[in-house]
């Protein structure tokens, strides 16, 4: 079992950076992958990043691509993602995910995914 607790969501202006913290516990934390979705109103749940559990092999969706970094902390349990140049359509819950890392499946598909974290909602206003 994985407990993952996301927070460093807010409201912030159009072009503004914000950094998503999730701190996980209950397991070892090197052995997940670790993803991070996010679901705007009236919207499906979407891919945004994830990241494998060494650190090193980072994936992200097209839509923030270029002006995303995730990364994780094996020590510290967490992981993060930093968004910047936020636009309105950005808004949304973010959530972070794990999943066992040896599970053969593409990294952005979250039904793939074992553990949810409650969510954070991030708003940018323009």
């Known amino acids: 079992q994985v407990q993952l607790v996301e927070s460093g969501g807010g409201l912030v202006q159009a072009g503004g950076s914000l950094r998503l913290s999730c701190a996980a516990s209950?397991?070892?934390?090197?052995?997940?992958?670790m993803g991070w979705f996010r679901q705007a109103p009236g919207k499906e749940r979407e891919f945004v990043a994830a990241?494998?559990?060494?650190?090193?092999?980072?994936s992200y969706a097209d839509s923030v691509k270029g002006r995303s970094t995730v990364s994780r902390d094996n020590n510290k349990s967490t992981v993060y993602l930093e968004v910047n140049s936020l636009k309105p359509e950005d808004t949304a819950v973010y959530y972070c995910?794990?999943?066992?890392?040896?599970?053969?499946?593409?990294?952005?598909?979250?039904?793939?995914?074992?553990?949810w974290g409650q969510g954070t909602q991030v708003t940018v206003s323009s």
């Open positions: 990241i494998n559990r060494h650190g090193d092999s980072p």
């Open positions: 209950g397991s070892t934390f090197s052995t997940y992958v």
């Open positions: 995910a794990a999943r066992l890392a040896f599970k053969v499946a593409p990294i952005s598909s979250g039904g793939h995914y074992d553990y």
